[in-house]
């Protein structure tokens, strides 16, 4: 269930960017677009909003994969690399011992940042606020409801049937005319403030007990007649709905506004469409005097509502004077406008479920939950190409493997699996369409760059094999208790903040205290000079760098992207 | 019994001289032949004023609803002359007969007619 919650979730997020960009573009299209338009294209909002699901994992949907994968493998049932997509990979994952693969260069991806934390956090949370979040939706629809039904009865009670004939008589035309087989009642009411129309089935417009002449009687019903021909009640409640399930979003409330106002605006466009400019001030003059009515029913003098009413009614009156020209340039544009931002809406795209995945062995939440079955099939597959699993380890052809990696495609992983007493690399490619294309032994540069991410158990590696032809590693990480004496009593000088090399018969050690947590380097060891990158991973550590860095080549080290100035010290 | 107004009377006249039912065809022809044209809208709204005063009654035969009055002219036409005496003469009979006679709105033969009906008992009327 909470499956639903996060689709839900993300569509929230996906119709934020569509609704930032619809307003972000309204200085360009608001003169230039009709009222109906920007009416109507309201509803790529809304039904982005209601439909949670996407043909394909779009810019939100991708991010939620991203952020549970970190989940899962925080869980540690899955060890998964992000596709190649930098620019996702810049903003949100982070990676903590995650390495992306590209050929022969390998570099830990290393971000962390506010955001990262926080969605982590939300697999987790859904799981146990799908139940708040569906109780909302049902008392608040409820609620929505009782509301208007309430509303209803009241409005049946104060309402009395138009008795006149030709009152009648001009609203049966308007109904002909509109080419409706629907009939309406016709009733005044002396509650209401303002004429409006209720009932999706048994339609009826309700007018104010204000005196009014029979041309703005006349306008006043094609305009609300206008409301129900265009289905604008049916839109209405769509909103209602979406507003509902949608509730811990504040941002639904800006569309019930938007979508509030454009309905009056466009049916006021609608209406005064065939009409000449005579036509068009009679209707603005029905407009001004159903508002000078309005305020003559209003007990409250100054209200919010009052206020926006009349905000509204301004841009109202403004827009039956503009004149906006609807060339079929406007009509191209504006249609393809409306694609564009229909495109964009999926594209931004939902969360996809997993159920609804197709590449199934591709999604982190199933090989979460459906482990089992996965693997065997994953294994099976492995079989075939001589790679066999014996108690958490894995052989090739009866030999233990040290570091075993099943690499998609696009360089993410399948499985990476680091056993220290194995014996052989190997690397199991793969094809776009997920087929295994072959296994390979690794190169040597590939092996070592992985043997540093693994840090301390490369030491221990090196301790079993010293006597072993493979160089030692140039640069690796050390605790300061590894240190030799005069090392040690150097490092015990140093003052915090401050970065430092100690030269020791030919191994330069760089050392720093003052760090906020763990850390991640990445050695690129030239010709002439060695380069050190550092970066924060986060977490707690201990706080220092040391690093042993093998020869007397100079030494330019980064830390956040930024070279840093050291003390040499020599002992 | 509630009162009907004079446009929904109208259509009541049209159904009770339909025989007592009426589809909403017949009671457009039926209008048309009087004179009255009014729009489909009107009609329907009219006809379900007088359902919901208990006039009226509607089935629906496939799309089509078949209107079927729930009182006679006769005790409809009763019941409002009886709320008529009760309204403006406070049931007196005699002030309303005064009344008719005093702005000649009642003959001689008329008001002969009347007393035999009052003394006989019997419906004499035709």
């Known amino acids: ?571 | 019994m509630q009162q009907a107004s004079d446009y929904e009377l109208e259509l009541m006249k049209v159904i009770w001289d339909n025989g007592g039912t009426a589809l909403y065809a017949q009671i457009y022809a039926a209008l048309e032949e009087k004179g009255i044209c009014w729009t489909k809208n009107t009609i329907i709204t009219l006809l379900s004023r007088l359902i919901d005063k208990k006039l009226l009654k509607a089935n629906k035969i496939g799309h089509r609803n078949k209107y079927t009055a729930l009182v006679s002219a006769d005790e409809y036409q009763g019941v409002q002359a009886e709320s008529f005496l009760d309204k403006f003469f406070e049931g007196n009979a005699k002030g309303l007969v005064a009344a008719l006679i005093q702005n000649e709105l009642l003959s001689e033969d008329d008001f002969e007619e009347l007393k035999q009906y009052w003394q006989g008992g019997d419906a004499a009327d035709a």
């Open chain 1, 1 to 571: 269930m909470h499956e639903i919650l996060k689709g839900y979730v993300s569509v929230s997020v996906a119709a934020v960017l569509i609704m930032a960009a619809l307003m972000l573009f309204a200085p360009l299209y608001r003169e230039r677009f009709s009222k109906r338009w920007q009416y109507y294209i309201w509803l790529v909002v809304v039904f982005r909003l209601l439909i949670p699901w996407n043909p394909a994992n779009g810019l939100v949907g991708r991010l939620f994969l991203a952020v549970q994968e970190q989940h899962a493998i925080k869980n540690g049932s899955v060890y998964k690399a992000m596709p190649q997509d930098k620019s996702l990979q810049n903003g949100v994952v982070s990676s903590e011992g995650k390495m992306e693969h590209n050929g022969d260069s390998s570099e830990a991806k290393i971000e962390n940042n506010g955001i990262s934390s926080c969605f982590k956090m939300l697999p987790q949370i859904t799981e146990y606020l799908w139940m708040i979040w569906l109780f909302g939706v049902v008392l608040l629809f409820m609620r929505r409801i009782i509301l208007h039904q309430c509303f209803v009865s009241c409005l049946k009670a104060g309402c009395a049937p138009v008795e006149d004939i030709r009152r009648l008589e001009i609203f049966g035309k308007v109904v002909a005319k509109s080419g409706l087989t629907k009939t309406a009642g016709l009733y005044t009411n002396d509650t209401i403030t303002s004429p409006l129309l209720i009932g999706c089935f048994h339609p009826a417009v309700v007018l104010t007990k204000a005196e009014m002449s029979d041309a703005d009687f006349y306008y006043t019903v094609l305009h609300e007649w206008t409301h129900y021909r265009r289905g604008d009640l049916i839109y209405k409640w769509l909103v209602q709905f979406t507003i509902c399930l949608h509730w811990f979003n504040p941002c639904v409330y800006l569309l019930e506004r938007e979508v509030s106002r454009m309905c009056e605006l466009s049916c006021d466009e609608a209406v005064t469409k065939d009409l000449g400019a005579a036509g068009k001030r009679a209707y603005g003059d029905m407009l001004l005097r159903a508002v000078a009515s309005a305020c003559g029913f209003q007990r409250i003098p100054a209200s919010i509502t009052l206020h926006r009413g009349k905000k509204l009614m301004k841009e109202r009156l403004g827009a039956l004077m503009k004149e906006r020209k609807n060339t079929r340039g406007t009509a191209v544009i504006s249609a393809l406008a409306a694609l564009l931002l229909t495109t964009g809406a999926v594209a931004a795209g939902a969360y996809r479920m997993p159920a609804a995945a197709q590449e199934v062995r591709q999604d982190a939440e199933i090989l979460r939950y459906k482990k089992d079955t996965s693997e065997k099939a994953l294994m099976q597959e492995y079989k075939e190409w001589g790679i066999t699993r014996k108690n958490g380890a894995y052989y090739y052809k009866g030999r233990r493997i040290r570091i075993f990696m099943d690499v998609r495609a696009d360089a993410s992983f399948v499985t990476f699996h680091f056993d220290k007493t194995g014996k052989m690399d190997v690397k199991l490619n793969r094809a776009k369409d997920f087929s295994v294309t072959g296994v390979s032994g690794m190169t040597r540069q590939e092996t070592e760059e992985i043997l540093e991410d693994y840090g301390d158990a490369v030491n221990e590696v090196k301790d079993e094999k010293s006597n072993d032809a493979k160089p030692k590693l140039a640069v690796s990480r050390l605790q300061k208790e590894e240190l030799v004496q005069q090392v040690r009593e150097a490092v015990k000088d140093c003052k915090d903040g401050t970065w430092y090399v100690i030269t020791h018969q030919g191994v330069q050690y760089l050392y720093y205290y003052g760090m906020p947590g763990k850390y991640a380097f990445q050695p690129s060891i030239g010709q002439k000079k060695t380069m050190i990158k550092l970066a924060d991973l986060g977490g707690t550590g201990e706080r220092y760098v040391l690093l042993a860095v093998r020869g007397n080549q100079p030494l330019t080290v980064t830390y956040r992207g930024e070279t840093v100035r050291y003390q040499t010290v020599e002992v």
